[in-house]
Nanobody
Framework: VQLQASGGGLVQTGGSLRLSCTAS????????MGWFRQAPGAEREFVAA????????YYADSVEDRFTISKANAKTTAYLQMNSLKPEDTAVYYC?????????????????WGQGTQVTVSS
């Protein structure tokens, strides 16, 4: 599976961005998709995940109620809508795919990764 992430940028505190992750090269009904982020000097951390077949979602506590993960089956694209952004959301955001049917949280379970897109939230 190949993943192409896009949609990052610079936004002020309280603003919104939508990230996209377009997938190709696989049968996505048996995959889970996830978003991770990595700030400078920090480890990569889980943000959100979705199952491709049922659309079940799961979020990190730090983003729940502000971020929404979704998918468009026909476009084989996953999205991360980010609202009420904070400076601490500043990071490189990565999308990832795991050949599993349930929610996947550990980054080590993901086998395909996009190239990352920078999100910068100014105060």
């Amino acid at each position: 599976v190949q993943l192409q992430a896009s949609g990052g940028g610079l936004v002020q505190t309280g603003g919104s961005l939508r990230l996209s992750c377009t997938a190709s090269g696989g049968t996505f009904s048996s995959y889970a998709m996830g978003w991770f982020r990595q700030a400078p000097g920090a480890e990569r951390e889980f943000v959100a995940a979705i199952t491709w077949s049922s659309g079940k979602t799961y979020y990190a506590d730090s983003v729940e109620d502000r971020f929404t993960i979704s998918k468009a089956n026909a476009k084989t694209t996953a999205y991360l809508q980010m609202n009420s952004l904070k400076p601490e959301d500043t990071a490189v955001y990565y999308c990832a795919a795991a050949r599993m049917t349930g929610i996947v949280v550990p980054s080590t379970d993901y086998t395909s990764w996009g190239q990352g897109t920078q999100v910068t939230v100014s105060s």
